[in-house]
């Protein structure tokens, strides 16, 4: 009887660890690369938002294959592979037709910079005398275009700070970057005020199964800027960005007392 019961046990553990629940799952994920949050290391992808997505699945089992490619072609891509997702994509109401957005992963604010001392502005309607210059992403795009005003597009790896310095054009339109007002030499770049703050999602095949779906919600409930990834963005050299976002995200539980900051 003894020796039965013993059988029927690992019987039963087997079974357990052989179980889709417990199974290692891989999730295929298409990135734009995007420095210093994302970008190639040693010929890989890497960076902040992959390490920090690395990290919060491995406890649910899930391990990630990684492509870098531009923004455009992971839309095209994404209704036709399933078991896959875009990282840090913005929400679009057309594309919710043929992708899920699963889960907020990151804020982004964007701002309009200029050198310090230039003409003053206080809406985006006031830039459109002058040289604009926009970062290629698609919230950019729609916010310029409903105001009617043309602009040179910049590469979202390109040096932005520098191309203001060398007066490219007179404003510039940017998501915040880490150091993006710290840039050296003169003369100075300043955030001349905030457009808006829109969030970044994990963005998946249509038809993603409930055993991935399930553990991506449930990891991504603090988006990539859960207290347990604090070490990544430390060891990036990104803490202080990580703290800021920390502070005014409102996606984040503040502890009590602590009142979420707007943009400025």
Known sequence: MKLRCSLIGAVVLLGGLLSPAAARQTLQVFAEPDPPFIELRDGRPGGPYIEALQALLAPHR????????????????????????????????????????????????????????????????????????????????????????????????????????RKRFDYLLSDERPGILESPGEPRVERVFVLAQVDRWLACHPGLSPALLGPLRQALHEGLFAESVRPIWVRAGLGPFYERVRREWELIPKAPGVVPRRPR
Do not use: H, W
């Open 62 to 165: 899930v391990s990630l294959t990684v492509t870098l490619m531009p923004r455009r072609r992971i839309s095209a891509t994404l209704p036709s592979s399933p078991g896959s997702c875009g990282l840090a994509l913005n929400f679009s109401p057309g594309e919710a037709e043929t992708i899920s957005y699963v889960a907020r992963v990151a804020p982004l604010k964007l701002a309009v910079y200029a050198l310090k001392g230039a003409q003053a502005v206080s809406n985006i309607e006031d830039l459109r005398p002058y040289r604009v210059g926009a970062v290629d992403i698609a919230d950019l795009a729609d916010l310029l275009g409903s105001a009617d005003i043309r602009y040179e597009p910049v590469s979202p790896v390109a040096q932005r700070a520098g191309m203001l310095q």
